[in-house]
């Protein structure tokens, strides 16, 4: 994608801000965020991403340029021990479909979901047609039923104004700035225990920051009405248990796990729509998590 204008919600996120970041290179891309925390605007601006302070639930949207060609939309609220199920709502789904009304004309809409709203079925991946659930309750309460909620939000809005649209269900992204893994690894070097689900082994998806940047703009190439539902994820099926263990082994130390029934379960899934429509993952999980090993990265969303 080349020259095109683009509208990012939520992206001091970590995926989000990897997002900007990498259309920033070629395309306009204006951000919308509060951008409350200190120095939140520093990394987005220095990629050339415009940053505007902006509350996309609450404030009003013909504050912002209307001719935008494409929308992705990656904001969210998601707050542990959270039980406000209206105010869920009423920003992961009422607010979703204001943004679509309001952009009505783009090229296409991209809505960031979660894997997290399929009814977790052991070790077996999850396909797009599989009965919903809430993988993450009682962890954050409100998240995935809130999630299912803009989904069918997007879904209206997509047929009733016309807007070719993506619903990709996230399922374990990590990178420099965050993910799961990324949490292993700093409880890794601090000797803390990793904390799994008692139905072991714990099978993701994981997609690395690499990949997930260019499925977005993969995706929004076929981008549909109605929209296109598909999960978004790494196409090589890990367990934490393995990516945690060989972590360990590149930093000299033991992988502690302790395995409750209070973690949230595993949520693997199948590729076969995904790799149908944007081909495969590109990048090997061994590769890509000893890069964030010997590079010292951190997880900045636990030491904000």
């Given at each position: 994608?080349?020259?095109?204008?683009?509208?990012?919600?939520?992206?001091?996120?970590?995926?989000?801000?990897?997002?900007?970041?990498?259309?920033?290179?070629?395309?306009?891309?204006?951000?919308?965020?509060?951008?409350?925390?200190?120095?939140?605007?520093?990394?987005?601006?220095?990629?050339?991403?415009?940053?505007?302070?902006?509350?996309?639930?609450?404030?009003?949207?013909?504050?912002?340029?209307?001719?935008?060609?494409?929308?992705?939309?990656?904001?969210?609220?998601?707050?542990?021990?959270?039980?406000?199920?209206?105010?869920?709502?009423?920003?992961?789904?009422?607010?979703?479909?204001?943004l679509m009304a309001h952009f009505s004309d783009v090229e296409a809409f991209?809505?960031s979901s979660t894997c997290s709203v399929y009814a977790t079925n052991g070790?077996?991946?999850?396909?797009?047609?599989?009965?919903?659930?809430?993988?993450?309750?009682?962890?954050?309460?409100?998240?995935?039923?809130?999630?299912?909620?803009?989904?069918?939000?997007?879904?209206?809005?997509?047929r009733q104004f016309g807007i070719p649209a993506v619903i990709a269900r996230?399922?374990?992204?990590?990178?420099?700035?965050?993910?799961?893994?990324?949490?292993?690894?700093?409880?890794?070097?601090?000797?803390?225990?990793?904390?799994?689900?008692?139905?072991?082994?714990?099978?993701?998806?994981?997609?690395?920051?690499?990949?997930?940047?260019?499925?977005?703009?993969?995706?929004?190439?076929?981008?549909?009405?109605?929209?296109?539902?598909?999960?978004?994820?790494?196409?090589?099926?890990?367990?934490?248990?393995?990516?945690?263990?060989?972590?360990?082994?590149?930093?000299?130390?033991?992988?502690?796990?302790?395995?409750?029934?209070?973690?949230?379960?595993?949520?693997?899934?199948?590729?076969?729509?995904?790799?149908?429509?944007?081909?495969?993952?590109?990048?090997?999980?061994?590769?890509?998590?000893?890069?964030?090993?010997?590079?010292?990265?951190?997880?900045?969303?636990?030491?904000?």
């Amino acid at each position: 994608m080349q020259n095109k204008k683009i509208l990012i919600t939520g992206a001091t996120g970590q995926i989000a801000g990897d997002v900007a970041r990498y259309f920033a290179a070629n395309n306009t891309v204006h951000a919308i965020a509060r951008f409350t925390a200190e120095n939140s605007r520093q990394p987005l601006e220095e990629a050339g991403v415009e940053c505007i302070t902006f509350d996309f639930a609450n404030d009003d949207l013909h504050q912002l340029d209307i001719d935008y060609d494409d929308v992705l939309h990656l904001a969210t609220t998601q707050m542990q021990g959270d039980t406000d199920f209206e105010r869920a709502i009423d920003v992961n789904a009422v607010a979703t479909g204001r943004l679509m009304a309001h952009f009505s004309d783009v090229e296409a809409f991209f809505f960031s979901s979660t894997c997290s709203v399929y009814a977790t079925n052991g070790q077996t991946p999850l396909k797009e047609t599989d009965p919903l659930g809430d993988a993450m309750r009682p962890f954050l309460p409100t998240y995935s039923m809130s999630k299912v909620a803009a989904a069918a939000v997007v879904k209206f809005a997509s047929r009733q104004f016309g807007i070719p649209a993506v619903i990709a269900r996230m399922n374990v992204a990590y990178g420099h700035r965050g993910g799961l893994p990324m949490m292993h690894l700093q409880s890794l070097r601090e000797g803390q225990p990793i904390y799994l689900n008692s139905d072991k082994p714990n099978y993701f998806n994981p997609v690395f920051e690499d990949d997930y940047v260019l499925q977005v703009e993969k995706l929004l190439e076929v981008a549909s009405t109605p929209p296109l539902l598909v999960n978004w994820c790494g196409s090589e099926r890990v367990s934490a248990e393995e990516w945690c263990s060989y972590m360990a082994e590149l930093l000299g130390v033991e992988a502690n796990f302790v395995y409750s029934d209070d973690i949230f379960p595993c949520t693997p899934c199948d590729t076969e729509l995904m790799h149908e429509k944007i081909g495969r993952t590109s990048s090997d999980w061994r590769a890509a998590m000893r890069e964030l090993v010997e590079s010292g990265a951190r997880d900045v969303r636990s030491e904000a």
